[in-house]
């Protein structure tokens, strides 16, 4: 059989091509096998590459069809196939999962109240040398089992109990980044804001052993204790008008808690971060609001290294925090660079290499 396409006068149209193209396909699933045959192979490619040994396929999308068990027992599975289809070396992994993971989680506040915030799940187990991958979608459905519950940790080391059995895994780790607000109030005119805190839970279960891990960003404000002194040296010297340089700073505290006792609220860190360095920054703020900031930084000059250090004396004498680490920045408005440090108690977290990206977190964005 011979096709013959109608002359035309001038460009086609793209609707006249989808016509063309769709009588073409719909002779090619009724045509002779030998006319598919004798085609110009230009034109059995358009056709869809019918006449090849290959069955014509439907292009249009059947939302009646549905997945009985026995059709599913059919569907490959490469993700979780035998170690002959494992790429590269046969080692074990550490971590494999998903990241960003969003989804509404409740949450518990100090005043016995619930609050309901978009949270960020990273779900992750190890894999052994000979297993080819895992399911990554029972880490999800796992959230979902679980999503309308009010989280504490006990509800997250379900969720990680669950997903363990599910993955056949020995190790896991669950983490879960959201923004907690919390109602401040300014220093002097009386107004009330929203501060916003950064929080991070993490459950961590290797060899057997699980730790319970809370990271908060506080953000503060930190003003230079040599840039005060020679500021107030100019003005007693030589009459010199002068101001001390002082920055937004921002100091991830991360606190293990000690076995059994998940009572450290997320409002109780933060009392804690304001205890060790007093000058948060501030939501409302009036002229009288901005002169006492001015006097609570005059009163509060910090280095970098004394930051780490405040934090520190007020975590290790709460009984209810382990291991901990802060690492703070202080994002300078006199160098063109950041002054930093890292002060840790315990195993936790002393490593002797640093995620080169640390620092580079810990800026905030208002």
Same mark, same amino acid.
Request: proline residues 4%; aromatic residues 8%; charged residues 30%.
């Given at each position: ?8 006068? #001038? &460009?086609?149209?793209r609707q006249e091509a989808q016509r063309l193209m769709a009588r073409l396909r719909a002779w090619a699933r009724s045509a002779d096998p030998d006319d ?9 490619? $358009?056709?869809? #590459? ?25 569907? /490959? ?8 289809? +494992?790429?590269?070396?046969? @080692?074990? +992994?550490?971590?494999?999962? +998903?990241? =960003?993971?969003?989804?509404?989680? @409740?949450?518990r506040t100090r005043d016995n109240g619930d609050l309901t915030l978009e949270t960020s799940v990273t779900g992750t187990v190890s894999l ?6 895992? =399911? ?19 509800? %997250? ?8 059995? &599910? ?6 780790? %669950? ?5 907690? /607000? ?30 319970? %891990? ?21 003005? @007693?010297?030589?009459?010199? $008008? ?9 100091? @991830? ?8 006792? &998940? ?6 860190? %933060? ?28 009163? =509060? ?36 660079? &950041? ?7 315990? /195993? ?19």
């Amino acid at each position: 059989m011979n096709i013959h396409l109608h002359d035309h006068d #001038g &460009d086609m149209s793209r609707q006249e091509a989808q016509r063309l193209m769709a009588r073409l396909r719909a002779w090619a699933r009724s045509a002779d096998p030998d006319d598919l045959a004798t085609l110009d192979p230009a034109i059995r490619s $358009l056709a869809g #590459g019918l006449g090849d040994d290959y069955p014509a396929l439907d292009d249009v999308y059947d939302d009646t069809f549905r997945a009985d068990a026995a059709y599913r027992a059919t569907m /490959p599975d490469l993700q979780n196939g035998p170690a002959s289809l +494992i790429e590269g070396a046969p @080692r074990q +992994i550490q971590h494999v999962g +998903i990241s =960003n993971f969003r989804l509404p989680i @409740r949450f518990r506040t100090r005043d016995n109240g619930d609050l309901t915030l978009e949270t960020s799940v990273t779900g992750t187990v190890s894999l052994e040398a000979e297993k080819k991958g895992i =399911n990554m979608s029972r880490i999800m459905r796992t959230f979902y089992r679980r999503a309308e519950e009010t989280f504490s940790f006990a509800v %997250i080391e379900a969720a990680l109990d669950d997903y363990k059995a &599910d993955l056949e895994s020995f190790d896991a780790r %669950i983490q879960m980044r959201f923004s907690f /607000p919390m109602k401040v109030e300014s220093l002097r005119s009386g107004l009330t804001g929203y501060q916003y805190y950064d929080f991070a839970l993490e459950l961590v279960e290797k060899a057997g052993v699980r730790r319970k %891990i809370v990271h908060l960003d506080y953000v503060y404000s930190s003003t230079c204790p040599c840039s005060l002194e020679l500021s107030e040296h100019a003005r @007693r010297e030589r009459g010199q $008008l002068a101001t001390p340089h002082s920055q937004r700073s921002v100091a @991830r505290v991360s606190v293990v808690l000690d076995e059994g006792d &998940d009572t450290l609220w997320f409002e109780d860190l %933060i009392d804690l971060c304001r205890a060790a360095v007093p000058t948060e920054t501030q939501v409302m703020v009036k002229r009288e609001d901005e002169q006492a900031f001015a006097e609570l930084n005059a009163a =509060n000059p910090i280095f970098v290294e004394d930051a780490a250090r405040l934090f520190a004396l007020q975590l290790q004498d709460e009984p209810r925090v382990g291991d901990f680490r802060v690492v703070a920045s202080h994002q300078e408005s006199l160098h063109s660079h &950041d002054a930093v440090s890292v002060l840790t108690e315990g /195993p936790t977290f002393d490593h002797d290499s640093l995620d080169p990206r640390l620092f580079a977190t810990l800026f905030h964005v208002g």
